[in-house]
């Protein structure tokens, strides 16, 4: 299965576009690495025909028709019918189904994702992790051939991240396509990483170098304390260059060898910077 996008663009009045003609393949599950508010998902967004914008979308060739039900989207925030329980929220997904023909085993379902006793609680109740999890129940009962999945593991705890990735792995034969501005949460599922940054496609030339290290030289630190670990006063257009440059300026990484800071994207292990230490 292959998802094709050509000159994909999503701008705003007076504003530089937030995509800016992305054209890419993705032929296999994949996580698009992306900077915080970067347009993560805007894109998804856009994708799934959600938000005005230029440029076409391919399904094996053809064009990516929405009507057919081949497509869910799991936002970051999920949107879901928040005063109704979690029975109402998949019935109502069987209901706008109009090509659905079985009726869904909703009980063995909800048994499969370990939420049985949640079935008639109202979604208010319940945390931002079950509701992520009820969002994939009902992908699972539509049945879609591609699943987009917008920062899925966001401020979750580890055990829910790796329940959350049991989860996945029902879904057979289903195309991936995960957002975020880490690959932290997402190296054991054997992604496929594209970086897009200002809203177009990037190389990441120096990654697979910088995560196969032997991190026990590399220290990570954040943009504001990088001075102070390194004993240096950086310049003010260093530092202007490591926030525009580096996805998460909180997530930074800097090896001090032979009298100099490598500084890199914690990322996507690019090099950002080389600083001559005065005091070796």
Same mark, same amino acid.
Request: charged share 30%; net charge neutral.
């Given at each position: 299965?292959?998802? #094709?996008?050509?000159?994909?663009?999503?701008? /705003?009045?007076?504003?530089?576009?937030?995509?800016?003609?992305? $054209?890419?393949?993705?032929?296999?599950?994949?996580?698009?690495?992306?900077?915080?508010?970067?347009?993560?998902?805007?894109?998804? *967004?856009?994708?799934c025909g959600l938000v005005q914008h230029?440029?076409? &979308?391919?399904?094996?060739?053809?064009?990516?028709?929405?009507?057919?039900?081949?497509?869910?989207?799991?936002?970051?925030?999920?949107?879901?019918?928040?005063?109704?329980? &979690?029975?109402?929220?998949?019935? !109502? #997904?069987?209901?706008?189904?109009?090509?659905?023909?079985?009726? #869904?085993?909703?009980?063995?379902?909800?048994?499969?994702?370990? /939420? !049985?006793?949640? %079935?008639?609680?109202?979604?208010? +109740?319940?945390?931002?992790?079950? %509701?992520?999890?009820?969002?994939?129940?009902?992908?699972?009962?539509?049945?879609?051939?591609?699943?987009?999945?917008?920062?899925?593991? %966001? =401020?979750?705890?580890?055990?829910?991240?790796?329940?959350?990735? +049991?989860? @996945?792995? /029902? /879904?057979?034969?289903?195309?991936?396509?995960?957002?975020?501005? $880490?690959?932290?949460?997402? *190296?054991?599922?054997?992604? =496929? &990483?594209?970086?897009?940054?200002?809203? *177009?496609?990037?190389?990441?030339?120096?990654?697979?170098? !910088?995560?196969?290290?032997?991190?026990?030289?590399?220290?990570?630190?954040? &943009?504001?304390?990088? $001075?102070?670990?390194?004993?240096?006063?950086?310049?003010?257009?260093?530092?202007?260059? @490591? *926030?525009? =440059?580096?996805?998460?300026?909180?997530?930074?990484? !800097?090896? %001090?060898?032979?009298?100099?800071?490598?500084?890199?994207?914690?990322?996507?292990?690019? @090099?950002?910077?080389?600083?001559?230490?005065?005091?070796?």
């Open positions: 299965m292959r998802l #094709t996008l050509e000159d994909i663009e999503v701008h /705003f009045y007076k504003e530089p576009n937030i995509i800016d003609r992305l $054209s890419l393949d993705i032929d296999g599950d994949t996580l698009l690495l992306m900077q915080e508010g970067g347009g993560k998902s805007l894109l998804l *967004r856009a994708i230029s440029g076409l &979308v391919f399904l094996d060739g053809c064009h990516l028709n929405l009507r057919d039900n081949l497509v869910s989207l799991v936002l970051e925030k999920p949107v879901l019918l928040e005063k109704k329980s &979690v029975i109402k929220n998949i019935n !109502f #997904t069987q209901n706008v189904i109009k090509k659905h023909e079985k009726q #869904t085993k909703n009980d063995e379902i909800l048994a499969k994702f370990d /939420f !049985f006793q949640y %079935k008639y609680v109202k979604v208010k +109740k319940l945390t931002l992790f079950q %509701k992520r999890v009820l969002c994939l129940i009902r992908a699972y009962i539509k049945g879609s051939k591609i699943l987009f999945l917008d920062d899925i593991f %966001k =401020e979750l705890k580890k055990e829910e991240i790796d329940d959350l990735k +049991k989860y @996945l792995s /029902f /879904f057979k034969d289903v195309l991936k396509v995960y957002t975020s501005s $880490s690959t932290r949460d997402y *190296r054991d599922l054997g992604l =496929e &990483v594209k970086y897009i940054k200002y809203g *177009r496609l990037h190389d990441m030339l120096n990654r697979d170098l !910088f995560l196969a290290k032997d991190c026990g030289e590399v220290c990570a630190t954040s &943009v504001n304390k990088l $001075s102070q670990c390194i004993d240096i006063n950086l310049s003010t257009e260093d530092i202007e260059l @490591l *926030r525009n =440059e580096v996805i998460n300026e909180d997530d930074i990484c !800097f090896e %001090k060898k032979d009298g100099v800071c490598y500084v890199y994207d914690g990322q996507t292990g690019d @090099l950002i910077l080389t600083i001559i230490l005065s005091n070796y």
